[in-house]
């Protein structure tokens, strides 16, 4: 089992960036694909970003691509989101998730992720 934690949130304007952090608890961090979702109230949560087990493999919202990009650091057990030339439409709250399937490289689906943490709020003003 791993438990996860995000943080970086936060207020800012368009065209600003930030980096989201998801620490995770749990020595086996490294056996698990990880992924960002995002979810504003009213909605259904939405993929954003995943990445392998060895940090080999991105995938990523159309929307996103070419400006966030996901990493991760295994031997820090952290994965990290870092969001470029945001805009008012990325307002959400943001989750990190855990996928523990063995045999798949990276999925957009939530359905597939096994763990999640509690959100971090990112807000982007007009």
């Known amino acids: 089992q791993v438990q996860l934690v995000e943080s970086g949130g936060g207020l800012v304007q368009a065209g600003g960036s930030l980096t989201l952090d998801c620490a995770a608890s749990?020595?086996?961090?490294?056996?698990?694909?990880m992924g960002w979702f995002r979810q504003v109230p009213g909605k259904d949560r939405e993929f954003v970003a995943a990445?392998?087990?060895?940090?080999?493999?991105?995938y990523y919202k159309h929307s996103v691509k070419g400006r966030f990009t996901i990493s991760r650091d295994n031997a820090k057990n952290m994965v990290y989101l870092q969001m470029n030339s945001l805009k008012p439409e990325d307002t959400a709250l943001y989750y990190c998730?855990?996928?523990?399937?063995?045999?798949?490289?990276?999925?957009?689906?939530?359905?597939?992720?096994?763990?999640w943490g509690q959100g971090t709020q990112v807000t982007v003003s007009s």
């Open positions: 990445i392998n087990r060895s940090g080999g493999t991105t």
């Open positions: 998730a855990a996928d523990r399937r063995v045999g798949y490289s990276t999925s957009s689906r939530p359905s597939d992720y096994d763990y």
């Open positions: 749990g020595r086996t961090f490294s056996s698990y694909a």
